[in-house]
């Protein structure tokens, strides 16, 4: 099993618990960087994998699936963390291993342990408070979109369509014991709660 762990910030108090678990019983540790390896340095000897930071196409494929290479050997004998800075599904070097390691060995079960990422470490440390509907970009064209406190997810979702979106998931109460995940379009409620969200894509 492969489980990208959010590392936070870069404040070693700003690790969850759960992350803190993962990285003591995991049997392999991973990071990206030097930063995320000092993180972990007091639960886990990591080692770092080098993702540099190039356009060249080609030579970051072959990057990509030499790191995949051996994480998946690891991954396929025991519990591999893949440590990083933030939040693992948001701008992350996770997100690409994923690609390539469900690609390449679909076999090895993945899991993910959120991290606080730039966007809530952002409002914190700034005293900003994010009240409405808001945008995050890097620069590149729109193609997500979450929609929080989806009361009416199948109306939602017909908005989305509407809009250019064509992959839907709903999810309601995450992490918690009543926790639901649905991925089939057709299969998505007319009503949901407070705690839903309607995530669309592209």
């Known amino acids: 099993m492969l489980i990208g762990v959010g590392l936070g910030p870069g404040d070693p108090e700003l690790l969850t618990l759960k992350a803190v678990d993962v990285l003591k019983n995991s049997d392999k540790v991973y990071v990206p960087g030097r930063m995320a390896k000092d993180l972990v340095a007091p639960y886990a000897d990591a080692e770092i994998l080098e993702f540099p930071m190039i356009r060249d196409i080609e030579v970051l494929n072959a990057l990509w699936k030499e790191n995949a290479d051996r994480v998946a050997e690891e991954a396929r004998k025991g519990t591999v963390a893949f440590g990083l800075i933030g939040d693992p599904n948001f701008f992350s070097t996770y997100s ?92 998505i409620p007319e009503e949901g709660n407070y705690f839903s969200i309607i995530y669309g894509k592209k």
Do not use: C, W
């Open 96 to 187: 690409h291993l994923k690609k390539v390691m469900r690609k390449y060995y679909p076999d090895v079960e993945l899991a993910t342990v959120p991290g606080i990422s730039s966007i809530t470490s952002f409002a914190a440390r700034t005293d900003v408070a994010v009240e409405s509907s808001f945008e995050v970009s890097d620069g590149s064209e729109v193609g997500y979109k979450i929609h929080l406190k989806a009361t009416q997810p199948k109306a939602i979702v017909k908005q989305l369509e509407a809009e250019g979106y064509t992959e839907f998931i709903f999810a309601e109460r995450l992490f918690s014991d009543n926790e639901l995940i649905i991925r089939k379009k057709e299969e």
